[in-house]
């Protein structure tokens, strides 16, 4: 091996060829695309399903598509003809030796398998998305509903289910994803074998209801988990508002964190008056769980009292775990300054979007430089250049785009010029 | 390198040294012990904090910390002496080529630091999971608060803010140190380089809520973001209640499973009535979303009208995505055969709790043998062993727990037992 890969791109010289849509293939490969990896994210001309998902810039372009391709390379192929498929069956063979990895949520592709891409590349690393592990399609939010969490969220006697806005089992999915390409890859190296793996949406959050312990406490303790609203299961932490009508969330997860934000409330003799007629122990978390209504109470009278200004003042001298509830456009607006300060933004000029702050990976490598955030790629932007590195002449390229199995970006001429 | 590991313990090999609490940093380490690696959780005699976090089974054991821990082996040390701190230190050094790893959520400690580590262990791979990017403490439910999801979650119509009761922030962390830990891993195999990588939990929650598009709608769309309830954002997806009185998340993500839906329902003549009064183009998600209230009464309706049996009927031969919502009592009680069907789920046998389902790691290996579910240790149940293996004997070990340097499982006698 002769990689040395800089310690920002602990990645570089991997190569991943993403056939994708939506959230959770598209993180996975952005994120190893950000730890340097070269990922090529495919399309069909035009692009994929989720070319146009909302959030759109005025110019009609999509900002969830740029946030979560970014540091890609793209290729657009008319996936359904015979020759855009030899294509990116080219590009996933004769991509070296630390390349020869498949990222895909795009299942119903016979073509596009571990079956069909391994006759090309017998070492291949292919790992598939999908909704459940039977392979029948499934997405966010119906897994969400599906597993439990939508019944337990939302404000204590709200009726019927509340959905996340998040797409939280995507996110882990696609991460999961990229755990599934190092692993196997790291299994490469050593053996010199690929692998066909597989991560469903369904599993990955069945795994985490488990985890957490919602499974087994709905077998073994058999009492329904109650939906608690704001507050936090099984320890004190609640929101309460401000005299100046903001909302802070407080967690008091320790007992030092409880005895701090009962001292700097000034509720110390309330409380233990109250510890001593409930016969409880506050200092446990069971016990500040189980009292929460009564807890939550006092405080929320503190809270009343005092501007956002004091609360803040007050909760920074002690450990207690807190924040000011914000909204996307103070994040932007107000706090611009604390976001632009933040090493992990950077100010990208996207095509079609425009400058905005973006994130780059939330992994900080320490003392190396992080790495540049780089800008999403136009759709077709990288075609030619790629078609290039697979030895197609400027001849052959501008046949295939003249016959419509390969695009560049639109509106550009021939992809030659990309 | 003589390494061969099997694909479903792709791992083999690696070890490392998990010094942590709560959800990141454990759900990190689990999920590289799940796909092989050696992974020691070290805790203060009598256990971290998180050693009673609810849910608790009817002993008192914390399903919590059984689910978040599987598939490691545990050493109890006094972490706030000297000696402890030394055996810590050493079980990171002598981990042979594959380990000097660590991994920890306690970063007030500076003999766990980087900097102290490395000078024992020059090529340390050491990830920090923070709260903060500037090492300030934060949870899941500050940092939510903090980047703006519970202010668009929750049923249209709330006033204030709705916490998520699935915590997604640690979820993602505790997955980002995991691709860290294996991201430089690769990078050290390369090079023989080290390296202090550091996640914070405020950077992931920042990062993915600019990834999906949140935070360049707010700065370049300027339009608050709504709260919408159960309704899919951008394109057409809501809840449903049937006649029978259960809940139905349904989705239509592309024009093919709109056309679907309407068909399956009868409501086909009414929606292209009210499309040409509209003059709207349901097959775009654009417009599906901002009828979204009309479309969604006219299903409404339809559902109403039926009984769960004959919604999933119906459905069922669409392209249309959709799930009945569960609880967890439902998952683990009607449902169970589907959870025993699922290859990920195991009955563990877990000391203090008892026989449960658990789940193993989602990403499933393909043809290999999806590697066996293993339960969490109990607190210092591999303390003696774990001793052994840096050379100690016997009598040193029984030294060491009549101090109270280190700890066996409680009510174990001498460690050298265990």
Redesign the interface.
Known sequence: ?T???P?GR??AGMRIVEVSAF?AAP?GG??LAQ?GAEVVRVDPIGGA?DR???????SGA???W???N?AKRSLCVDLRSPEGQELVTRLVAESGPDGGIVLTNAVGRPWLG?HALTRHRPDLIHVAIE?H?DGT???D???????????????EG?A?????????WD???G??A???I??????R???G?G??????LH??A????????????????GV??PRV??H????F?R?F?TRDGR???V?A??ARHWRDLVEVTGLKAAVTALEGALGADFST??DR?RHREVLAGLLAGWFAGHDLAQVEDRLRRTSA?????????????ERAGE?RA????ALLDQPG??E?????????????ARPEVVRAPELGEHTAEILRGLGLTAAEIEDLRARGVVAGPAGAGPVGDA
């Open positions: 091996m990689l040395a890969p310690p602990p990645l959230v993180l952005m994120t730890l399903a146009s998902r909302w959030p759109l810039a005025p999509s900002m969830y740029a946030g979560l970014k571990h909704g592990h399609p499934a997405v939010y119906t897994v969400n509903a599906a597993v439990g969490f939508p019944m337990v969220t939302g404000p709200h019927g289910p509340v959905n996340h806005v998040l797409p939280a996110i882990a999915c991460l999961y990229a755990i599934a190092l692993a196997a890859e790291r299994r190296r050593a053996t074998q692998q066909a793996l597989r991560v469903a599993d990955v069945l795994a985490m209801a488990g985890n957490l312990g919602f499974l087994a406490e709905a077998q073994i303790g329904p988990r609203g704001n936090l299961y099984g320890g932490g929101d508002a909302r802070v969330m967690v997860l320790t978390e069971g769980y775990l807190w924040s000011v509830y914000r909204t996307f456009a103070e994040l932007v607006g976001l933040n090493p992990m933004m979007i425009g905005h702050l973006a994130p780059g990976c939330p992994i900080d490598p320490g003392d190396a």
